[in-house]
């Protein structure tokens, strides 16, 4: 059964378009990885995944609902890691997940419960009173999973999740991620520019440039299609080798010329 279904989604802003009949599927309780270059429309993409833009056509099913008419029903299937920071650091470890268990309604006899599980989870009880803004890079992060499953959702959206992390937490969270799927079943849906990440965790990739899905497969399978050996030599036998500027800023240039139109509706 998938729990993310989507059919010809396309997003245009003005004239440009960032996601050009995009097709792919997400199994329950899979692991998903979504690759690109930059500025391929891997962001456009997870943002209409998770009501935070709206297609200019195609069709999106999160757990049976469509992002744009249930909305509400869509944000409580997932929980999301962005890849910009979004703790607030002036208050602790704690007080972050409860902030977020009051946003999302978590009964409040199942509340603390939850918290704790969590924190021990990603390896953060002893800190659960600290402030975030102490923390280190790889503890916000860890953070900012237990937050994303506070709600007990169904998915995670791990937007780069391990950005900037050392290797030794990079491969820690990992393993806090792949627990949760075999001992939760959730589904993982995770963009990464590490190639090994995604060759080690993902069950199954797809692989979008220009705004376009060029492959989709197993790691292996997209090695035997480009007949390289490693995802990462796949990764650009299919996209190429050239250096990608970032798609944000091509975006607000072309804001700031009149030619795309402000706005995340249709």
């Known amino acids: 059964m ?3 279904e989507v059919e010809r989604l396309t997003k245009s802003f003005g004239s440009f378009e960032a996601v050009k009949d995009v097709s792919f599927s997400v199994e329950e309780g899979g692991i998903f990885a979504f690759l690109g ?3 391929a429309g891997k962001s456009t993409t997870i943002k209409m995944l998770t009501t935070l833009l709206h297609p200019t056509s195609g069709s999106i099913r999160i757990d049976g609902n469509d992002p ?7 944000r409580r299937s997932f929980g999301i890691v962005f890849q910009d920071p979004s703790l ?3 208050l602790t470890a704690l007080e972050n997940l409860e902030l977020h268990g009051a946003l999302y309604s978590v009964p409040k006899d199942t509340l603390a419960k939850r918290v704790e599980e969590l924190l021990a989870l990603v ?9 975030v803004r102490d923390f280190s890079g790889g503890m916000k992060r860890r953070l900012e999973i237990a937050r994303g499953l506070l709600h007990h959702p ?3 959206f791990l937007d780069e999740p391990t950005l900037g992390l050392d290797p030794q937490t990079r491969n820690h969270l990992w393993s806090y991620v792949q627990k949760l799927n075999a001992d939760e079943g959730i589904t993982v849906f995770f963009t990464t520019h590490y190639m090994e990440e995604a060759d080690r965790v993902a069950r199954r990739i797809a692989i979008i440039d220009h705004g376009a899905i060029i492959a989709q497969g197993t790691s292996k399978e997209l090695q035997a299609q480009t007949s390289t050996a490693s995802l990462e030599d796949a990764f650009l036998a299919l996209t190429g080798s050239a250096i990608r500027e970032e798609a944000g800023s091509a975006l607000d240039r072309m804001r700031t010329r009149g030619r795309i139109w402000h706005g995340g509706g249709r």
Do not use: C, M
């Open 2 to 4: 998938n729990i993310i």
């Open 37 to 39: 270059p930059n500025g």
């Open 68 to 74: 744009v008419t249930d909305s509400d029903l869509v």
């Open 88 to 90: 607030d650091e002036d």
């Open 123 to 131: 390896e953060l009880s002893d800190r659960r009173d600290s402030f």
């Open 154 to 156: 169904k998915i995670i």
